[in-house]
């Protein structure tokens, strides 16, 4: 066995010291051998040793300009180093002297899924898996394009068959991760991600991609871990700085984030996707006039820019121009997070509706739902049958709101229809401002008779306080919102107050104070919950679909918000433009929720008369 095979040999096993020195012994028995500097190349690439890498490879295309797997070597540097155009020309390079290669068309159909060229990343993804279904790389590359794409069940398959293919791919791991945290399944994403991080340590780009993972499923303080030895591994990785302004700015330490994203724009001058977060940590601190600098300079650089256009229409929202900011809200569906359930029917835009049916759907929380159900009212105005389908547990509460003619749980055969509309954009579809919210208050009722074990309210002389202190933990902003139960506490200590939990998530497992009596084992859906809101006095909670549905019933509303509140609440006011019974309690400061809760007690106190 020849040098050069025994260093193959050597490669293949895993024994890379025996096959850098073979390679060496290779090069010094034939200083010309194109094949031996373009395998220690690809050794140094493995190694991460990219500069060695490009050295090595330009010695093998020196020897031998149509060296195909050494044209391939160089599209894979090229790329590493973030050329990825560069890399789209060596790769097809590659593919004239070797056609049918497939990890020259999988690496092109990688560089081309970076830049965007969805459709053409997916056929050379394709063929690639065709011509070889035992190479990883394929079916993981093609894993990650069709997740581009958002067909989430065929990236699912791919990298499955990736991943079995390649147990210990770590790259394949991460995506893997990504889809489930994208799918909405925290749990696998994490444990895809834990297996993930004892290989990446050496490894900037993975690291940085975990670090996504980890802030996408709201482990922050891994995710901030991640992004940290992203960047001790490799201080100019630009996306690492930006990953890390990310979740700085979600943990609320935004001279940080400003920070991390003025090193990102450092190192990448203008890039789009670094202004327009830079924009959302100064909206976040409160400067949306700097905010709308940094959103309007990511569309200059980039008109069809979504992230950037929806920061900026919530910015616009926040600051009360709510015609503008609804207008940029409609480029939520240009993002991956959201997508429209009935894009096969008639989207509404304005036609009369006279004798038509229009579906209006529940899109995000449940709050939202509540919110924008009054809109229905509008509708039947304009002479609609209008059919709401919603999430199962807000089923039995919507058929008691005005303008709705038929309600159907997701997932349930739906009637012929004429129209379709999200319910996020009828707000946009009416012109909405701030003096023409529907605001015709109580628009949803409690059920007629109360559910059985909720007791009888008007024996009790107290004054009766519902309470909520916790939203969805899926919610991407529920660790600024909620709020620890034992900030309460103060309430309970007031003689003539009676407190009542409404929590029904799993926060209400913290509850171990007697003095709180629990009511979420009788709120088995929100009209349950409304029964239970109609027989109190007083709702104070944090911002939660409790608090949309106190003030849709008319129930006064003491409502809790963060330092960086959700653009609905607007700023610098202690009252709601939709809900006239709510009364906003605002922190100071970021955190600082024992401030809020002593205002609370004080004017508690002062109601109660105590």
């Known amino acids: 066995m020849d040098t050069l095979r025994q260093a193959a040999a050597a490669h293949m096993k895993g024994d890379l010291r025996a096959a850098q ?6 090069i010094e028995e034939n200083p010309d051998d194109g094949d031996a500097w373009q395998m220690l190349a690809v050794l140094h690439f493995e190694a991460g040793e990219i500069a060695d890498a490009e050295r090595c490879n330009a010695r093998a295309l020196a020897a031998d300009p149509d060296n195909g797997a050494a044209r391939n070597s160089e599209g894979n540097i090229l790329k590493a180093r973030g050329r990825l155009e560069d890399a789209v020309k060596s790769y097809e390079r590659t593919l004239q002297l070797a056609p049918n290669l497939p990890q020259a068309l999988t690496n092109l159909g990688d ?6 060229r969805l459709d053409a990343a997916l056929e050379h993804c394709r063929k690639a898996a065709m011509l070889a279904p035992d190479l990883a790389a394929a079916h993981g590359n093609l894993g990650a394009v069709l997740f581009d794409r958002g067909d989430w069940k065929g990236a699912g398959g791919s990298l499955k068959a990736a991943l079995a293919l390649a147990p210990e791919d770590t790259s394949i791991r991460i995506n893997l991760a990504r889809l489930e ?5 925290a749990g696998s994403a994490r444990d895809h991600a834990r297996l993930a991080q004892n290989g990446v340590t050496s490894n900037a780009e993975q690291c940085n991609s975990l670090a996504s993972v980890f802030y996408d499923i709201g482990d922050l303080e891994t995710a901030k871990e991640m992004a940290n030895l992203a960047l001790g591994q490799n201080p100019d990785l630009a996306d690492a700085h930006n990953n890390l302004g990310n979740i700085l700015t979600r943990l609320g330490m935004l001279e940080a984030a400003i920070a991390e994203f003025g090193l990102a724009l450092g190192k990448s001058p203008g890039n789009p996707d670094y202004l327009a977060n830079l924009g959302g940590a100064h909206q976040a601190a409160g400067d949306l006039a700097a905010a709308n600098f940094c959103f309007d300079d990511a569309i200059k650089a980039d008109a069809a820019h979504a ?48 004798g038509r049916t229009i579906l209006i759907h529940s899109e995000q929380g449940f709050g939202d739902t509540i919110q924008f159900i009054r809109y229905a009212a509008l509708l039947a ?6 059919i709401l389908e919603t999430h199962p ?14 309600v159907v749980a997701r997932g349930a055969a739906l009637p012929q229809v004429d129209f379709e509309a999200p319910i996020l954009s009828l707000p946009h579809l009416f012109a909405t401002t701030l003096d023409t919210i529907p605001a015709q208050i109580p628009y949803l009722y409690p059920p007629r008779e109360a559910p059985a074990g909720l007791g009888n309210f008007d024996i009790e002389t107290n004054t009766k306080i519902g ?62 919950t409304a029964a239970a809101i109609a027989g109190l006095d007083l709702i104070i909670s944090v911002d939660t679909a409790v608090a949309h549905l106190a003030g849709a019933l008319g129930k006064e509303c003491w409502l809790l918000l963060p330092f960086a509140p959700d653009w609905r609440w607007l700023l ?38 105590s």
Not at 111 to 116: E, I, P, S
């Open 21 to 26: 020195r073979l390679y060496k012994q290779a």
């Open 111 to 116: 560089a081309l899924r970076r830049l965007g």
């Open 181 to 185: 945290a994208r799918r909405g399944d």
């Open 307 to 354: 992230d950037a256009h929806w920061n900026r229409g919530l910015a616009q929202l926040l600051s009360g121009d709510l015609a503008t900011g609804f207008a940029d809200y409609e480029w939520r569906w240009r993002l991956p997070e959201f997508r429209r359930r009935h894009s096969g029917l008639a989207a509404w835009t304005g036609e009369d509706l006279a």
């Open 381 to 386: 105005e304009r002479g609609a049958t209008v």
């Open 393 to 406: 547990p807000l089923v039995r509460l919507m058929r008691s709101a005005p303008g709705v003619d038929l």
């Open 467 to 528: 309470i909520v202190w916790a939203g969805r933990p899926s919610h991407k902003n529920d660790s600024n919102r909620s709020c620890p139960l034992s900030q309460f506490q103060p309430l309970g200590q007031i003689a003539t107050v009676r407190l009542f939990s409404l929590q029904v998530s799993d926060a209400g497992s913290d509850m171990t104070d007697s003095i709180i009596t629990d009511l979420a084992p009788v709120l088995e859906d929100f009209a349950a």
């Open 572 to 609: 610098n006011r202690n009252d709601s433009p939709w809900y006239p019974s709510l009364r906003l309690f605002r922190q100071d400061r970021p955190s600082d929720w024992t401030g809020v809760l002593a205002r609370v007690a004080d004017d508690l106190a002062r109601r109660a008369g």
